[in-house]
């Protein structure tokens, strides 16, 4: 029963994942066609600040707390995809923090839509992606 409650607490903070990243897809696709550099940088810098605050911590809990207690009950494949996203999310997620910080130094000489923003459109895709992957695996045990 407790691994059960503990599942539904990760099915739900995927939740409020889904519904965070939604209304950052929005804000940036807001400026797919019209370039506005300080609501870019705003947008971002929140973005960013999302991600290192809430999701990598949401990572290092799964980590540490759930996958260990499943690994025996998702097949050897499945459990090393499931922190295989978690890396190369966090590979993405370096990059375009490297990305952000040329933007920041030389907005006016910067592409700013192959370097941040269809970046980030990428970065939402591949979390809610692993997400979606991690709500199929886990509602194993509900």
Same mark, same amino acid.
Do not use: G, W
């Given at each position: 029963?407790?691994?059960?409650?503990?599942? #539904?607490?990760?099915?739900?903070?995927?939740?409020?994942?889904?519904?965070?990243?939604?209304?950052?897809?929005?804000?940036?696709?807001?400026?797919?066609?019209?370039? =506005?550099?300080?609501?870019?940088?705003?947008?971002?810098?929140?973005?960013?600040?999302?991600?290192?605050?809430?999701?990598? #911590?949401?990572?290092?809990?799964?980590?540490?707390?759930?996958?260990?207690?499943?690994?025996?009950?998702?097949?050897?494949?499945?459990? *090393?995809?499931?922190? =295989?996203?978690?890396?190369?999310?966090?590979?993405?997620?370096?990059?375009?923090?490297?990305?952000?910080?040329?933007?920041?130094? #030389?907005?006016?000489?910067?592409?700013?839509?192959?370097?941040?923003?269809?970046?980030?459109? *990428?970065?939402?895709?591949?979390?809610?992606?692993?997400?979606?992957?991690?709500?199929?695996?886990?509602?194993? =045990?509900?």
């Amino acid at each position: 029963m407790s691994q059960i409650k503990n599942i #539904s607490f990760y099915l739900e903070e995927h939740k409020e994942i889904y519904e965070k990243l939604d209304l950052f897809l929005k804000q940036f696709s807001s400026l797919k066609n019209q370039r =506005d550099d300080k609501f870019l940088l705003q947008v971002s810098q929140e973005f960013y600040s999302y991600i290192q605050e809430l999701l990598l #911590s949401h990572f290092d809990k799964e980590e540490t707390n759930l996958f260990p207690n499943i690994k025996e009950q998702l097949a050897i494949e499945i459990y *090393n995809r499931l922190l =295989d996203d978690h890396e190369e999310i966090r590979q993405k997620f370096i990059r375009l923090k490297n990305e952000f910080a040329d933007f920041e130094k #030389s907005p006016e000489a910067f592409d700013y839509k192959t370097k941040i923003l269809f970046p980030s459109y *990428n970065l939402i895709a591949t979390i809610n992606h692993h997400a979606q992957r991690e709500d199929k695996y886990l509602a194993f =045990d509900e």
